[in-house]
């Protein structure tokens, strides 16, 4: 019974998980009229982090766990990395593409982090995982349809979405080193809040604004992005990680793809084309045979 109980709780938990990541992306778009975009992220990535430190705190304690300055060091240097580079190129991307594209073509990000996983850590590449990462990368082809691209959609916005989604796989891989001992939310929030308050530095040096801007009239926007996308996204993902096991969890991204483009189409009026339903239906095949060799 009390594994039953487990499997139904795991199923909610990813259902919201991925519910609240496939919102992501039309919200950015909808606050991103408000806010200069490093602004954005530095603030979202900053309440999201803050969202999860109770909770991370009371992880390491369970894990009897004592930071050291070389482990602060470590998450600096990847919440720098995630959100000084990924999550920026992941803010313009959603700023030159459909939101519905630009969260298909993000959704590929556990593919490279399983092909930067091979160079920096034990989890090696076969013949399986390649055909799963070819399966992907054809699927995203279709998707952009460069060749021919849907009104809204830029080059530009696509592979500022293609880059978000290679280095937040490379920022993941990376993150493989110190998660086993540190944990997946402790690690996360508090790379979080590291990389929010360095993004936050820097836009203030540069000139453009920090908290400057922000009204009652678009604050419900920043905490919805803040609060419930980045922070209770990441708890609903770990939720069912540490309930389940890493593979169920890994569905989050596997269902956000064909979550994402219907939330566009209703929230923003977004159509639905041909060729992002294909592309969908390719990128599921590739991340099924991916999680395949995961049944255990």
């Given amino acids: 019974m009390k594994e039953k109980s487990n499997n139904v709780q795991v199923i909610i938990y990813v259902i919201l998980g991925a519910f609240t990541f496939s919102t992501m992306e039309v919200a950015l778009k909808l ?4 806010f200069d975009p490093l602004q954005l992220t530095a ?5 999201g982090g803050l969202c999860l430190l109770p909770m991370a705190v009371s992880g390491l304690k369970k894990r009897d766990v004592h930071l050291t300055g070389k482990d602060y060091g470590y998450l600096s240097f990847l919440g720098v990395f995630c959100i000084c580079v990924s999550m920026l190129f992941f803010q313009f991307g959603v700023m030159y593409s459909n939101a519905s594209t630009s969260a298909v073509v993000f959704s590929c990000n556990p593919m490279f982090t399983m092909l930067f996983a091979h160079f920096l850590t034990e989890e090696k590449l076969n013949k399986r995982k390649l055909l799963a990462l070819a399966i992907s990368l054809v699927g995203l082809v279709i998707i952009a349809k ?6 809204g959609n830029t080059l530009k916005g696509i592979s500022m979405s293609l880059m978000a989604a290679v280095t937040f796989g490379l920022y993941t891989a990376l993150g493989k080193k110190s998660i086993g001992r540190i944990g997946g939310l402790p690690q996360t929030s508090i790379s979080f809040i590291i990389g929010g ?13 920090t908290f400057g801007g922000i009204s009652m009239a678009n604050i419900l926007p920043l905490i919805y992005v803040g609060v419930v996308v980045t922070g209770m996204g ?4 770990f939720k069912a990680i540490e309930l389940g096991s890493a593979a169920k969890g890994s569905v989050v991204f596997f269902l ?11 929230v923003m009026k977004e159509p639905i084309l041909w060729n992002t339903v294909a592309g969908v239906v390719v990128m599921a095949i590739g991340s099924y045979i991916n999680m395949s060799g995961n049944k255990k």
């Fill in 43 to 47: 603030l979202r990535f900053l309440i």
């Fill in 146 to 151: 460069p060749w021919d691209m849907a009104p």
């Fill in 234 to 237: 990441y708890l609903f993902y």
């Fill in 197 to 209: 308050i360095v993004l936050l530095i820097l836009t203030g040096f540069m000139g453009r604004p």
């Fill in 256 to 266: 956000k793809p064909m979550m994402a483009p219907v939330i566009a189409l209703v």
């Fill in 31 to 34: 606050s991103g009229a408000s």
